[in-house]
């Protein structure tokens, strides 16, 4: 067998989403994370327009997106839908995280910007590998008021927020993945 297959094949197949809850206190060196943004830096980009764009949010910025993503809510939200719970939970899952990347895109206008999107879906695809491949837990979240952290996020017109990528270590065990064979999900054509 190919070594170097055999581990990536293990880091692929053993990547989950490990959510903020999971985290314990300990803090990623900034040397880590930028190993983990670089990963990103070598995804697949169509006429190399490198769309991806990324704010790194830790220590104290945390409670700031906490406080912008709590006004976004309470602005956004009818009274009537408004939880409590919700609101709470944007301060909760910021503080467990050790650090929290805004996954952004930047439109470059030479290309459809559904490729843009994929080029960067395949960005934040290897910053998880890389995490995984670190012992640390990564999810990426997609709220729908995401939309609403331009300004905070600092995004020139031609950009959008996609999300936030969480990030901590952690001590979950390795749990196995629900996937359906892939043979029920692969057409052949041969002639």
Not at 98 to 116: H, L
Not at 146 to 151: H, K, V
């Amino acid at each position: 067998m190919n070594h170097d297959f055999d581990i990536l094949s293990k880091i692929i197949k053993n990547r989950r989403s490990i959510f903020p809850a999971s985290y314990i206190q300990k803090e990623i060196p900034k040397e880590i994370i930028e190993q983990i943004l670089e990963s990103a830096n070598y995804a697949p980009t169509h006429k190399l327009t490198q769309p991806w764009r990324f704010v790194v949010i830790r220590n104290e910025a945390k409670a700031s997106l906490a406080e912008e993503l709590r006004r976004i809510y309470q602005e956004t939200v009818p009274a009537e839908k408004f939880l409590q719970k919700k609101f709470d939970s944007f301060g909760t899952k910021t503080s467990q995280a050790q650090c929290i990347i805004a996954i952004n895109v930047q439109f470059s206008g030479k290309i459809a910007e559904w490729e843009e999107i994929a080029a960067t879906a395949c960005a934040v695809q290897n910053m998880a590998l890389a995490a995984e491949a670190l012992n640390i837990g990564a999810y990426w979240s997609s709220p729908g008021l995401i939309s609403g952290l331009g300004e905070f996020l600092g995004l020139a017109e031609n950009e959008k927020c996609y999300g936030l990528f969480y990030m901590g270590y952690h001590n979950e065990e390795p749990r196995e993945a629900k996937r359906t064979p892939m043979v029920e999900k692969v057409k052949w054509m041969e002639c």
